[in-house]
């Protein structure tokens, strides 16, 4: 089945700075979503994208659905604490009935 | 509050037992899933339901029995409990149509001793 690379697996900041993360796929995908999860909680969405080469922000968070629509990425800017958590992609194939594919997952440390 | 709200949020068990976790969503979504999140985080899609329909069930042993009483509601239902199942469990909802997001419930974290 499609198959997504997330990077990187894990990061450490310093509180302020900026941070990007970004998914691949050798598929194309008909949509990106971007969600965070946080220690016993559930994924929460963050952002959706609809159409290669939309660029999305949500406050400080920025994502953009790649124009070949095989990738996506995720900016975060002046980084604070409370953006610790994993951070998600997915994509939905655009084959009918086929479930969102999930990245691995990115893990944001922010040092204060 | 609209959610997706599941029950336990904690599940502790035997080896060979039988357990449910309950998923209700008040979304007015018509589409409902189950995830299985393993220690290393990653997300795997178990099922899918649309209007009380299974549409998806992606390799899932048949201990595992997902049951939709209504659109609403979609309980996960597992015989016979392996070490292997241990796991966070997410349920899932969603509108009909590929391009829709989903929204989680909380997790039931399943734990098989």
């Known amino acids: 089945g499609q198959q997504l690379n997330q990077s990187p697996q894990s990061m450490f900041i310093q509180e302020g700075e900026d941070v990007s993360m970004n998914c691949t796929s050798s598929s194309i995908f008909n949509t990106w979503l971007w969600y965070k999860q946080e220690p016993g909680e559930g994924p929460v969405l963050l952002i959706a994208?609809?159409?290669?080469?939309e660029l999305t922000s949500n406050g400080r968070l920025t994502a953009q659905f790649g124009i070949t629509r095989k990738d996506s990425f995720l900016n975060i800017s002046a980084s604070i604490p409370s953006d610790v958590g994993i951070y998600f992609c997915a994509g939905q194939p655009p084959r009918g009935n086929t479930p969102l594919v999930f990245g691995k997952g990115t893990r944001l440390s922010v040092i204060a | 509050d609209t959610a997706v709200s599941q029950t336990p949020k904690y599940l502790v068990t035997q080896m060979g037992n039988d357990k449910s976790i309950k998923c209700e969503q008040n979304l007015g979504h018509d589409t409902m899933y189950w995830y299985k999140q393993d220690s290393k985080k990653f997300l795997k899609i178990m099922f899918s339901y649309n209007n009380k329909e299974l549409i998806i069930n992606e390799t899932v042993p048949n201990r595992f029995s997902p049951k939709s009483p209504d659109k609403a509601h979609l309980n996960l239902h597992i015989n016979s409990l392996e070490l292997g199942d241990s796991a966070v469990y997410f349920c899932a909802s969603s509108q009909p149509g590929l391009n829709s997001p989903l929204h989680f419930g909380n997790g039931t974290r399943l734990t098989v001793t």
């Open positions: 994208l609809y159409k290669a080469g």
